[in-house]
Every structure is written in C-alpha cells, then in structure tokens.
C-alpha cells in the first residue's frame, strides 16, 4: 500500500503545478483566439457600414449593427471557447486528485463526484468569464462604435474613427494583449486554483479526511493571512488545519472560504487533505477527542 510523505506530496503538488499551468496557457490561448476572432468580425461589420450609400447613419442602423456585434461573439466562436474551458477545468480537478490514491489506494479519480457537480462548478467560472468578456471587450467595442456612428458628421468619418481605433490599440486591440495578458491569465489561474481546491473538499468529505495542509510560497508578496495559515502551528505542524475549523474566522483577513479561495483572490496557497494517521506522523497533536486514528 502506497504511503504518503512530505516528499509524495511535495512531488504531486509540483506535478499539479506543471499540469495546472499547461492547461492555463491553453486556455489564455483560447480566449486570445476568441479576441482575435471577434475583432475581425467587428471590422467586417464596420466595412459594410462603409460601403452602405448615403452620408448620414441613422439610429435603428445604428442600433442594428450594436446587434450583429452582439451576435458576433457567438459566431467568433464562444460556445466553443466554454466547452473548452469546461474540459480543461475537469483536467485540473482530475489531476488534483491524484495524491489521494497515496491516502487511500484507487481514490485519487474523479469517483464519488458527479458529472453533474463538475458541470455546475464549471458553470459558475464561465459564467464569470463571459461577464468579463462583456464588461471588457463587448460593451466598450459597442460603445465606441455607437458614439462614433452617432456624433461622425459623415459615414467615412465614423468608419475612420472606428478603425483607428481597432488599430492603435484603443478599446479593441487586434489580438485582445492587453485584456488577456491583465486579466486572463490571472482569471484562468484563480478559476484553475479554486476549482481544484473544490474538488478536493468534496473528495475529502466523501473520504471523510478531515485535515487541512494549507501551503502557500512565502516570498515578499505572501499576504498575511496566507503567511498565518501556512505558517501557524496550532496543534504541532505548521498549515496542519482542522477541515471543520479552516474558516474565515482564523483571521480577520480572510473574506470568503479558505477551503475555496485560498487566502484571497488569485492566492497562489495549496488545499490539500490528508488523514489523522497521516498528519499524527508529522507530529501533528490531535485535540481532546479526535485523538482515535481513522481507517
Ligand atoms: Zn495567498
């Protein structure tokens, strides 16, 4: 029977890392591909407005190409982009868990935790992506479009405008560089860390393990919360948690569920559970009560 050590642990969260960052960069490289798609879209509708006849644009012209925007995204390839999202989500959790076969042999799948869950978690993160996508691509490409065409006094002059734009680097930057190089890569990267992080609470609460490794790199940028979860050493080891008291109450800083988050938003700390025998071998002092190793 496999056993685990520091060392096995150490080498699946590297391992982990490895993998979690592949599949980031491929889905950076997917929403990049969308950006790209979707600006060429909006150029080729902005060259029909041009080639339309008349000098003046109307408002119901104006209010029917901000539609075929809309629809662009779907065409640029959106549904495509989510489905992939969701693959590589899966990917993450499925590699997450494979430590877990150290604690309890053939345990470290995907097992217990349904299809349906899986889809629900990666719902949840696309849904925050294509809001992201709205507020930083959609709505700004749309807006300028609309007051371009609705202050230009000529059809060129709002074309010119646009193009401009699109161009230098304005609101609609040809490959998305600069929405997806400060925004993307962290979104991916927090999405990537807290879907793992929940799919290893639901495997550890169908294994019923009920202690928490809490890691996280201590450099100049650890913020203090995450310094105190990783560091403190309240029964023996230092990041050795209770499940049931890894909440936010263990500091001021903490906002929204350790198990989840981690420390903050894009905390780079590790979840990881492991069983009593496991932790007590690490010098881990039980409290009054739990003192009873498990399985
Ligand atoms: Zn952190």
Known sequence: MPTLTPEKLAEFQAAFDEAQSKAGEDMVRAVRKLFSNYIAR?????????????????LPETQAVLADMIQALELAGRDDLIREFQTKLAEVAGESLRYYDYIRPGSGTLGGISADTLNALGRDFVSELELGIDQKLVRPAASLIRDSMLTATTREDAVREITNAIESGGVLRRDGQEFTQANIEVFVQDSERRFARHTRTLKADELGLNIVVFTNPLDSKTAEQCRFLATTAKYGVPGFWYKDEFTTDLHPQLKDPPLVVGGHWNCRGTVDFVDLEYAISQGFRPRRGDSSAEG
Not at 42 to 58: C, K, N
Request: hydrophobic share 45%; aromatic share 0%; charged share 10%.
């Open 42 to 58: 909006v150029e080729s509708i902005v060259l029909q407005v041009a080639a339309r006849p008349g000098t003046s644009i109307s």
